[in-house]
T-cell receptor, first 112, second 115 residues
Framework: DQQVKQNSPSLSVQEGRISILNCDYT??????FLWYKKYPAEGPTFLIS?????DKNEDGRFTVFLNKSAKHLSLHIVPSQPGDSAVYFC???????????FGSGTQLTVLP | DGGITQSPKYLFRKEGQNVTLSCEQN?????MYWYRQDPGQGLRLIYY???????QKGDIAEGYSVSREKKESFPLTVTSAQKNPTAFYLC??????????????FGPGTRLTVT
């Protein structure tokens, strides 16, 4: 039973355009959401996060939107750059244990 | 230079042998975690520890064991009971309190191949 789902395994975008990566979750107890970026054979690196009390968080070219009623969040990258090509994981957390539940990832390819 | 180190980067073992993966952090984080990643899948939690001398099973703990004798170290043993041990193993750590307690920092990973 996947509690965090990334339904698009891959996404290709032209350099300079917007990349939109989507994530859905089923557990209404999740109260904190994170996006990680991962290159092959490396550990994931933290990108941006959002608390459930907000609906938007922005950091430079990266913006995360949270729609709690739809249990949906998205990561927008504007403008996309070839160096953004990586696998992006959505993760969610709840409670004091601070465990993260990860989605299966979306491979983003930014074409020059 | 703070961070998480995992060694070795690549590890090969014969079926039936136990193997221990190392994870060390100098970030002064209280919590540490072990995940495995399989092709086309997300990260799945094996074990986690929020404090020294205490740890809890994650979603896929069967066939694995851990110890947390020091704050800096959280080694993972893959035992012969683990049916599909070949995978990419990632260690992570996080603060227990602070501005971003949920943000986990990851090591570079160890790719284990069992034949």
């Amino acid at each position: 039973d996947q509690q965090v789902k990334q339904n698009s395994p891959s996404l290709s975008v032209q350099e300079g355009r917007i990349s939109i990566l989507n994530c859905d979750y089923t557990n209404s107890m999740f109260d904190y959401f994170l996006w990680y970026k991962k290159y092959p054979a490396e550990g994931p690196t933290f990108l941006i996060s959002i608390s459930s009390i907000k609906d938007k968080n922005e950091d430079g070219r990266f913006t995360v939107f949270l729609n709690k009623s739809a249990k949906h969040l998205s990561l927008h990258i504007v403008p996309s750059q070839p160096g953004d090509s990586a696998v992006y994981f959505c993760a969610a957390s709840s409670g004091s244990a601070r465990q993260l539940t990860f989605g299966s990832g979306t491979q983003l390819t930014v074409l020059p | 230079d703070g961070g998480i180190t995992q060694s070795p980067k690549y590890l090969f073992r014969k079926e039936g042998q136990n193997v221990t993966l190392s994870c060390e952090q100098n970030l002064n984080h209280d919590a540490m975690y072990w995940y495995r990643q399989d092709p086309g899948q997300g990260l799945r939690l094996i074990y986690y520890s929020q404090i020294v001398n205490d740890f809890q099973k994650g979603d896929i703990a069967e066939g694995y064991s851990v110890s947390r004798e020091k704050k800096e170290s959280f080694p993972l043993t893959v035992t012969s009971a683990q049916k599909n041990p070949t995978a990419f193993y990632l260690c992570a750590s996080s603060m227990s309190i602070g501005v971003r307690p949920y943000e986990q920092y990851f090591g570079p990973g160890t790719r284990l191949t069992v034949t």
